[in-house]
């Protein structure tokens, strides 16, 4: 499946006989390519970079869900753009989705970084959605103040309400502008992690950005994540949640540009 992407390149690349690789940068559950727009624009100075919208999400197509599938979707839309290996920037979901293709692929890869969530089961508890979005009985039109209210009863959460809302139309015939069932039916593998072959290992360099506050990289993932990453590294970004490039846009940023130089 071929996904939307959001293209942002230098005014004018550097002249060097080895061109930089181009940046891929994936979103989290519920999220879109221009939630990483403030990290996207940054690193365009220097590199091409694509902001990809997962299948059943922003503007991409809708289907069922695995991360072998949103992987080879992955796979495929990058195909579209360059033959070179790409660094890739995967958040959350996305995050799992980038270790798929990176353990699966990892000829295209020629570095990864991982947003807060480590290779296993587990990650979004804090999403405690509702079934019942998907029954949500629309008005004939709807503002963004509506549409809070009509959405509060089930996200109570502020901030997880503010994420959905993105994924609202509004105005005249509003509505789910994502795959909200698909997502849905597919929330198991969302949750769960592949089962890879025992000697599955990604030989590139690999950071693993975690934010302090957020429960979804602990000690107990370590051991996996040396045997599947083998020379990754792991830094911790204070006071942060799980959304560490909202949370601290400067030190995410920092980080990612340091990962990169050095490599």
Known sequence: MLLNVIERNPDTLPASDTPL???????????????????????????????????????????????????????????????EPVILLGHSMGGKTAMTLALTHP????????GDIAPGAGG???????????????????????????????IPNDSVRQLMMQNLTLGETPGWSIGLHDIFQSLPAVMGWPD?????????????????????IQPHNFPVMRQLFPHYTLETIEKAGHWIHADAPARFIELVDAFIKAH
């Not at 220097?46 to 902001?51: F, G, N, Q, S």
């Not at 000829?107 to 991982?114: A, D, F, N, Q």
């Not at 804090?126 to 503002?143: T, Y």
């Open 107 to 114: 000829e295209m890869v020629h570095s990864l970084i991982v």
């Open 124 to 154: 979004f508890a804090n999403m405690d959605l509702s079934s019942g979005l998907e029954h949500v009985n629309f008005p004939a039109r709807l503002d963004r103040k509506e549409a809070d209210a009509l959405l509060r009863p089930l």
């Open 196 to 216: 890879f072959p025992p000697d599955t290992h990604y030989e590139g360099p690999a950071l693993f950005i975690k934010g302090e506050l957020s429960p979804y």
């Open 21 to 83: 690789p181009t940046i891929v940068l994936i979103h989290g559950l519920f999220g879109q390519a221009r939630n990483l727009g403030f990290a996207q624009r940054h690193l365009a100075a220097t590199h091409r970079t694509l902001a990809i919208d997962l299948r059943n999400h922003g503007k991409s197509p809708h289907g069922p869900m695995t991360y072998q599938i949103m992987a080879e979707d992955v796979r495929e839309t990058i195909r579209h753009f360059t033959t």
